[in-house]
């Protein structure tokens, strides 16, 4: 019997005991195991030959939110968990978190995306490792090449509790200086900048384009960067599986990879679970912009054939270009892919979130990005997701008017347009800014597609309108007849509140029921 067999028949015996998993405490500078009453709990086991699934719960009993880690980037580095083993070459380690010391010099900071868990829910996740465990490490490479096996697994994820967006609202406004770092002998290591330069890169919270160009829910994701040796008070989850046998190779060389082949393929056959409306439309902020017959309708929808051939070739490209073994998938939705020669059964797999492929054996590819084809592929959704992408855009100018002009008494309502473009505080703003985030994506290619409210002041009203639809145009400003239901099919515009809150707007009386001053 081969010893990964064996290992099988091993695993399989412990399962009981994998099942009675320990969530850990530690108290070291502000990192939990389940304090605030966030919980982890682990679910099942499930062990091939070549795989190692374990399934837990995450839930949110505390009385705020709890901001959980999703993924870390760095550079081209895509792995969403480091995978190595401890000091006592029987632990294997797993760590998916960003509040750590490297263990060499970061040649540019690394960054996490954090999803919000409201209070009293749950999420569950999947943690997929292929066999052999593959060392996995962010900053550093193993100091040499040896196999091990490890007889308990830790699983740490990182979270941060309460009000994240405020937090990094403060780092941002607080005045910084440089510090001085110094060495064990006393003398001067380097300098470490303020706290808020680490942010640079993603101020203003995920409105521009780059390295946030897959963060379109602005209130539900957020991506904060590493700061260096200060900690800004991320906590850790923590759960210990004891009982296990895990091969595990301590080397960096990336797996090959084999996406599904749609080579042959003439026909998707694709089931959403449970919905459309979760797959696409899953947060409650996006569900406001939908009139209850469209949250009926998208929530009745559940299967999808394709059969064009172009649309498969372009899914199938896609497809293609992951290259991630193993990683933690999100088992919120699901897209369930069959896929057909004619009448003849090809594959099939299953796509969680949009971001992690599980195939029929059980392997686990992680999306270096979201995959956009799924959309593509589902017309049903395409004018609607068009009037949440344009939403998106005039939630992340909000964002950034606020932190521009939030303090002052007016907004620079005649060039309020030039005035974003031209800031100096935004000398990091990607070339195709006012291309991107000023223009509806439903409407005819233009510089710009909305208007500001000449009546709105900073200081005004929360439910004031601040920005709205209207005609292509730059600069535009003035009040509601201004406005434009024409850039969407179903008819309607978007208007932006002065507190940040997006509306979809279908008829005059909706309009007219606005404040605009």
């Known amino acids: 019997m081969c010893k990964y067999a064996m290992m099988v028949i091993i695993l399989a015996t412990c399962a009981e005991s994998v099942m009675r998993a320990s969530a850990e405490r530690t108290n070291d500078g ?3 195991g389940n304090g605030d009453d966030l919980r982890i709990t682990a679910v099942s086991t499930k062990v091939t030959d070549k795989v190692l699934e374990i399934r837990y719960q995450i839930k949110n009993e505390s009385p705020h939110d709890a901001w959980i880690c999703e993924d870390i980037s760095v550079l081209l580095n895509d792995y969403d968990f480091e995978a190595y083993m401890a000091e006592d070459r029987e632990t294997l380690l797993i760590r998916r978190r960003l509040d750590v010391d490297p263990c060499k010099p970061v040649a540019a900071p690394p960054h996490g995306r954090y999803l919000r868990l409201p209070e009293g ?7 997929f490792l292929r066999l052999p465990v593959e060392a996995r490490f962010f900053w550093r490479s193993p100091a040499s090449e040896r196999s091990a096996c490890a007889k308990r697994l830790v699983l740490e994820i990182g979270y941060y509790s309460g009000d994240l967006p405020g937090m990094i609202r403060r780092i941002i406004e607080e005045p910084g200086s440089p510090q001085t770092i110094y060495g064990t002998d006393g003398i001067p290591q380097g300098v470490t900048p303020p706290l808020k330069d680490w942010f640079k890169s993603i101020l203003y919270f995920n409105w ?8 379109w829910h602005r209130d539900e994701e957020i991506q904060i960067p590493w700061t260096g040796s200060t900690r800004i008070g991320e906590r850790v989850l923590r759960i210990a599986l004891d009982g296990l046998e895990i091969p595990y190779e301590e080397k960096y060389d990336r797996p090959k990879t084999h996406p599904p082949d749609l080579s042959r393929c003439t026909r998707l056959e694709i089931l959403y679970q449970p919905s459309l409306l979760d797959c696409f439309f899953p947060y409650p902020n996006e569900r406001t912009l939908l009139s209850p017959e469209e949250l ?11 059969d064009d051939q172009e649309q498969i070739k372009a899914f199938s490209r896609e497809l293609s270009k992951q290259k991630i073994i193993g990683g933690i998938i999100s088992e919120r939705s699901s897209a369930h892919v069959v896929c057909y020669d004619d009448s003849d059964h090809l594959t099939s797999f299953t ?3 949009g971001r992690a492929i599980v195939t029929e054996d059980g392997q686990c590819i992680r999306c270096i990005e979201v995959m956009p084809s799924l959309k593509r592929l589902t017309a049903t959704i395409q004018p609607f997701a068009l009037r949440l992408e344009c ?3 005039l939630m992340n100018l909000s964002s950034l008017l606020q932190f521009l002009y939030g303090d002052d008494k007016s907004y620079p309502v005649s060039q309020w347009c030039d005035a974003l473009v031209n800031d100096r505080r935004l000398d990091d703003l990607p070339d195709d800014y006012e291309m991107k985030y000023l223009m509806c994506p439903a409407a005819d290619q233009a ?5 500001m409210n000449s009546k709105c002041r900073p200081g005004s009203a929360t439910d004031t309108v601040l920005l709205f639809e209207t005609k292509a145009g730059w600069n535009q400003h003035g009040g509601p007849e201004l406005f434009r239901f024409g850039n969407h099919d179903p008819k309607g ?21 606005l404040r605009w001053k």
Do not use: M
Request: hydrophobic residues 30%; neutral net charge.
């Open 208 to 215: 521009y384009n780059w390295p946030n160009q897959n963060v």
């Open 121 to 127: 829910q749950s999420r569950s996740e999947s943690l």
């Open 296 to 306: 009926t309708y998208l929530q009745s929808l559940r299967t999808v054939i394709v």
């Open 493 to 513: 515009g978007c208007v932006l509140l002065n507190d940040g809150t997006v509306k979809f707007i279908r008829t005059e009386e909706e309009l007219k029921q």
């Open 447 to 451: 510089k710009c597609h909305y208007a």
């Open 351 to 353: 796509i969680y979130d």
């Open 391 to 393: 939403a998106n855009n």
């Open 30 to 32: 502000g990192v939990g």
